[in-house]
Structure formats: C-alpha cells, structure tokens
C-alpha cells in the first residue's frame, strides 16, 4: 500500500508567505483568547477543593448547588464529570478552614439528602502549592526550550534552532488558544502534554532539517527553495504516517481513557495535527527566511564531511 | 551485510529473556493478605513472630497460602477476602492481647500471587500509585518560622541564665521574631557578653548596634545552625507521623521528606480519610507530675489495692504501672529541648532537657522540695497518657538542664528524647495538598489505562502490518517488545505508576513506532531509487539512525524537564516517557534490525522484500506489477 505517489517536488516554499500568513493569524488568535479569556485553570493550579462525587442515579446538579450553597461556601463550581451519575465539585479555598473541614461538611451534606452518594476523590491544594506549580510549570517550559535549542544549534545550525523552536512555540501557543477558547480545564496532565508535544513536534522539524542537510550535500545544483521543498516532499509520507500512528494512540485515549484523560488526549491531538502543519509549512520557511546556505550545514567541503560523519553513505555519491 | 554478530542475538535473547521475566509478576494478579509489622521501634518482628503468626492461623483453623518474613513484617496470603478478614481477628487477637497498647499492627494488604521464585529474583509487579489503587496522599508543611522562633526563645532563656552565672549586667534580654536583643549600660560589659557569647553560643551570630547612649547587641540564629533546627523538626515531625500511622494498620505507607519543609504522607487503600486526617492532625502534649509514693500507691500499683484519691494510674511503656499526682508541674510547653547523649562521668546514656525560664524556676522549687522521690514525664495522645520516664530526683536542678539517667540503653535514649521532643516542640505542620481516591475510582483507572494502551497498540499494529506487510509485521512485534521491556524496566525500578503513567506508556508506543516508520520508509526510498533489497535495508537503517538519534533526544529533553519541575501527576508521567523512549530505541532499531537480519540476512540472492508497495514516479507499470 502506498498512499503518497508524489510525482514532483511538491511547492512548498512557493505559498511559504501565505502559510506564515495563516500561522500569524491563528497564533494571533490564539494570544488575544488566552488574553481575553484566560485560561480555565485547574485547582492544582488556583488551589482549592475538588470532590468528586457519585450517586446511583443521575445526579440533580441543582439540588446538590443549593445544598453546597446553604453552607455558606461562594463561587462554588458543580457540573457532572464524565457519566451523568458523577458530579465534580470545586471550591476555592476558604481562609482558616482546612480542606479536612471543608470536604467532610460537604459530604455530609450531601449524604444527607442523599444517602447514596459516595465520594470518589478528594483533591484539595493549598494556594502556595498552586504558585509553585505554576512556576514549575513555566521552568519546565523554558528548560525545553532551551535545550532543544541548545542541541539543535550544536546539531545543525543556530538558525534551523530558532526555526524549529519559533514553529513549535507557536504550536504550544495554539494549543493553550484552544484550551482558553472553549474554556477547557487546564490541569497539570495537560501541561505534561503540551511538554510533550512540544518535544514531540520537534522531532518533525528535525526530520526535514535532517534532510535538508543531506540534499544539501547530495545535490550541489539545487538552490536553497528546491533543496528545502525536495526535502519536505521526500519526507512528508513518514511525517504524516507517524503521526497518523501516534493519534490512533491518542484517539484510543480519547475513546476509553474516561473524563481523567479527556483533556490530556485533547491537547495531544491538536498539537499532533498542528504540529504537522507547523513542521511542514512554518519551520522550514522560517529557517528560509533565516537565510540557511549549504556553507552552514556543509562546512569546508569534502573533509570536515568526514569528520562529521564518517559512515555518511553519502560520501561517495558527491559529485 | 545484514548479519549480526552471535553477540548481537545473545543481547537480544537476554534483554528479551530479563524483560520477560520481570514483566511476568504483573500477570499473576494479586491476593488478599495479613500483613504483621512492628508499631514501635523496640519491638522486633522475626521468625519467632512468624510462628506466632502460624500458631494463631492453626487455633483459628484458617490455612494461608504463603507465610513470609520480608522487610520487618510478616506477610501470610490467604485465597479469599473472607479468610483473610476471618486471619485478621485471628491475629490481632493472638499478637495484640491490649488494643490500647499495640505493639504490632496488623494490616490488611494486597499481595504479588506470583510464586516464590519471582519473588526470590526481587521480580515483583509495577508499584501502582494511589490514583490505581485507591487511597490518601497528603502534604504537610511543617511551619519553620515556628520552630526557629522557639529555639530564640529557648536561647534567650539560656542567655539570660549564662549571663548571670558569669556576673555579666545586662540591661535587658528580649526575643524579637528570630532573633535576641541584648542591652548594655556601657561597652566593657558588652564585651563581656560578647565573650560569654562566643564561647557558649556557638549557634550564634551576633551584631553590635549603638543606639543613643544604649550599646545593643543583636544575636540571631547563624544560618547552619538554623538549617540543624529545621532539619530536627522535620525529623522530629516524621517520627511522630510514623507512631500515629501505625495506628492506623496501613501496610504500606509512605512518609517522605519533601524539600526543606515537606512531608508526603501516602496510605494507600485507606478510605476512612476522615480519621486519617484527625490522626495525622492530633498533636501531642507532655506533662511533668510527681510520682505517689504513699503505701497505697504502692499497692495500687502492684493492683492490690485502688488508685487513691487525688492520683491517676498510668503504664509506663514496659507496662509497669506508675501512680502520679493529679498536680502538673510542668508541660511541654516549658522544655524546649531534648536530646539523647552521655553523662561525662559514667558515660551511661542520657537524655537531656533544656527548660525555658519559667520552666527552670519552677523545676528548680520542685526539685529541692522532694529530693528522693521520683517524678514522671507522661505524654498524652488523644488523650490517652503514657509514662514516657519517672526517674529519680537526686538532688535540686536549677539551671534548667536536666539530665535523666540510669538504666537506659543508647536506644533507649534516642526514643525517650523523640518522644519527648514529639509531645514539646514539633514544629506545627499543615495539610496543603490532599488527594483522596476511592477505591473503585482506582479500579476503572487501571481498566481505563489499560483500554487505551491495548486498543492503541492493536490499532497501530494492524496499521502498520497492512502498509508494510512483513516489515510492518517486524516492526509490530518491536513495538510489543518496546511495551514488554518498558513494563519489565518499571517493575524493576519499582517506579509508580499512575494513570497519567499509563498515558505516556501509551503515547511513548505511538511516539516509537516513529522510528520504524521513518526506517521503513528510508528502506522504500531506497529501493524506490533503485537499490537491491539488500543494500536498501543495509542503507535504510544506517540513514534512518541519525534522525532517530535526533528525534529522540529532543524527546527526552522534554521528559527530563518534566522530571525535573514536575510533581504528582507529571513525574508519573516524566518517568514512564523517560524510560519509554530509552526502551524504544533499543527495541525499534537494534531489536527490529535483528529481526530482519535473521528473515533476510542470509538469503545472498534477495529478489524482493516484502515490505508494502513500492511505488515508482517513473513507472507506474512496473509497481502494479510487483
């Protein structure tokens, strides 16, 4: 089976002003929702209880408001988590009231008007672990950029790090865009996800860096746009299908892995879709942008190829 | 050219071998069992308690499966739910005669089935975490600003002490937040102060400040010193935590240090959380009160006769009853420390008490009065008081230190001073993270976990098998390799796994197929330009490699981020991801290449390899044709 019977180069860099274009307008976008809206943060991150509660019928939100009301607790949040039976309950947290106190009054409460009701979890974080995880959360971030560009300058070129880094930047951004569009939760899940597709999506960008640099050695004539849309066209079938096999894991996710992993599933799957998009179409245009030369990547011809690589198969096919 | 050495397939055959076998104890399930531990540091659980273990089972008729000693604790596995609950009673009746005083507990558990010879090569199944099996996790915080503030006071007392045995004047000696303000007439006698200070106060700092016609001294806490508190608190806070959740009967829990000032308690499969927390929150108070020693305390505490009026009984923790006044003369509040160390005469063991100013006045009127006569330290948990010691006054203490000796050993010493400091100065500590999860909660979490990777894994395999035919069938098999070694690697370790863990175990299977994809489509490019079978594989895996390299580092670069920063939920994550990029890379190109080497590597003349079409721009023709 083949799905990609490519005959010629397809492109690319033809419509590269129109794809930086259409990045721009979606990454714009995505910065004036999360601006605008801001993200639906998770306890974990704002600090404050979570209950998750079950009942052996469908669950009347109202009733469970009011009686979460009477005991005088504000901005409490209810909604049904997953089945119609499961309730989740958030409330943000009250000063000199310990979490202990907290979620037993309201259990009790509960297991008043409704004897069956049983607590499935508790979650509760204090308002100082909640700032720290945030802190983490953007150390973490910026430890992966930095190292990412680190090795990709040392591996390729300063500019192809910049390139890779700027398009999946951007991908990480559209993904926090959708969470503060729809107003998903943003738990700590969901950000090991973005992480992990940030590490993820890369991956895409080096795949075609690497084949750039290797058409830059195999083919001498080419010029800069046909190297970069020859190595984009050879690769896109393995791009695609790669991830093609990673969202059957994903969707797989989606399908059975309940309410817990929804959300996690659901940036893994925008950032897989948008990080092919990125990787083809905004990576390597912006290392075009950049001004990549083959005196970047091959460096003072025949013999520092060698040093670089000595088993390069490629050695003998250099005209 | 595609042929590997011997050594390639004997690392192979053993990495396959290990990861097998260590993957097995997670399939043999596991099985209720009674789990029998020390509750205090004294006691000793060994064969001779495992026999114990075995003669209550055989009065009470009930047979276990396995009967071991492991770790500390005994552990006898039962078949049903019913024998094991039906063993408990058993036991906790055989072993904890008084369920006031325990000395063992006795927990329910869950067991590895896996036979004795796993469990002999420390194979045992994946440490699941609370989100899979059901549980509390809590994090306190122990309040050091507290307990620095204490030691302050603890010292300006002892200043105030040292300053007047050395005849230095001091025109005032107050605590302010962490530190001590000391006020002279003039500068000789702040000399002197300062001399006295650095002599006798290694833990402090001072600074001279001159404020008018008043020379002022400020001593604060050096930052070493400091450090050496914060770290006894918090020891000091985890000892305690430990002795109550022994109470609790929880097999296995985990009490941690986290960071400078944290304390991760873990009980996996308590659901009473309610009583967890007030057991974890319960503090602890000590009182000092005089021994009776009338001849009907005498009898009452050989229980010949009654308590007399006025007095309480309590035991001492030998068991040995000791009467004491109703009349406190201290509490916990006076001591400010407690330390084991030795007399420097003797060189017995001893345990040393520093009292606060108010404290060391009183003891000293006390101590004179009743000379001969013995006192007793009680400490009181949930009100229930334990005679910690009752030594004998032997002559007036003033000064506020007091050393307790006589008849201890080292050991003895160490859990008299802890239980002290446990019932005095434990820093307080609050809960700022909690987690409960119901144990059904953690049930659908495994089966959930376990539906996404499985119903993945398929869907790729089948993919994969399809679009790349034998290719596809080698690189499926690399991947339920990838999957076998990464379950076999964290059982090793012992990591926890949790769903967000089962997650990346999915997403790292969906991430490592990329490496055989990217291999098996260099394979078809190559024989796409014209390549012998041969040639291609050779060429496709060598090129192929370099990229993977590349892939997978930035890969890892993310995941050791995540271990780095993350906490909770993300470094179950981090870890899987971690780990299942490692096994990937052996599985999908050195693993993978093996297989094929072995279907092809030895066919000299290879015609063609089954690896899916091979499409040609040029001729179409030909590509139906094949």
New interface residues.
Partial sequence: ??FF????DIPFMRHALVFNVVSFLTFAAAVFFLFSRGLHLSV?FTGGTLM?VSYSQPADLGAVRGAIAKLGYQDVQVQNFGTARDVLIRMPAVKGV???QQS?KVMATLKEADAAA?????????P??GDE?AA??L???A??VV??MI??AL?FEWKFAVAAIIANLHDVIIILGFFAFFQWEFS??V??AV??V???S??ES??IF?RIR?NFRRYRKMDTVAVIDNAIT??I??TI??H??????????L????A??HY??LA?TIGILFGIYSSVFVAAAIAMWLGIRREDLVKGGGGARKED?P?D?NAGAVV | MNRYPVWKYAIIVIALLVGFLYTLPNFFGEAPAVQVSAAKASQKVDSGTQARVEEALKTAGLTADVISLEAGSVRARFASTDDQLKAKDAIQKALVPDAADPSYVVALNLLSRSPSWLSALHAAPMYLGLDLRGGVHF?L?VDMPAALTKKAESLAGDLRTVLREKNVRHGGISRNGQSIELRFRDAATLDAAKRVLADQFGELQTVEVQEGGDYKLTASIKPQAARTVQDQALKQNITTLHNRINELGVAEPVIQQQGLDRIVVQLPGVQD??KA?DIL?RTATLEVRLVEESSEARAAETGTGPVPFGTERYLERSGQPVIVKKQVVLTGDNLTDAQPGFDSQTQEPTVNLTLDAKGSRIFKDVTRENVGKRMAIILFEKGKGEVVTAPVIRSEIGGGRVQISGRMTTVEANDTALLLRAGSLAAPM?????????P??GA??IA??F???T???L??AI??C??YMLFGLFSSIALAVNLLLLVAVLSMLQATLT??GM??M??V???A??AN??IN?RVR?ELRNGASPQAAIH?GY??AW??IL??N??????????L???????RG??VV?CLGIMTSMFSAVFFSRGLVNLWYGRQKKLKSVSI????R?DADASAKAE
Avoid: C
Wanted: glycine share 10%; no cysteine.
């Fill in positions: 089976m083949e019977k490519i005959k010629r974990e998750e310990s979490s202990a037993d049983s607590l499935r979890r508790t979650e509760f974080v204090g100082q672990v995880l983490d959360g150390k973490a971030l430890f992966v190292g990412i090795y990709l591996r700590l899940p950000l090991a992480l992990a940030l590490g993820y890369v991956n080096v795949v690497d290797e050879s690769t079938s393995r299908i790669t093609g096999s990673t969202q059957l894991m994903v969707l797989s996710m399908l059975f892995g309940g817990t992993l996690f599933a893994l690589d088993n198969p | 994090m915080q959380t309610a927390k929150g609050e809960i700022i993270e909690e987690r409960t999860i119901g059904s909660l659908e979490n959930k976990g539906h996404s990777v119903w993945g894994f869907a790729v993919f994969m399809v679009y769903l967000p997650a990346a999915a997403l299977l969906g991430m197929i990329d994809v990217l489509e490019e060429a060598d090129r370099a990229t590349d892939s580092v930035t890969t890892l670069i993310a995941g050791l981020a995540l780095a920063f993350g906490s909770g939920p993300v994550f981090a991801h899916g079409t091979v499409w721009p």
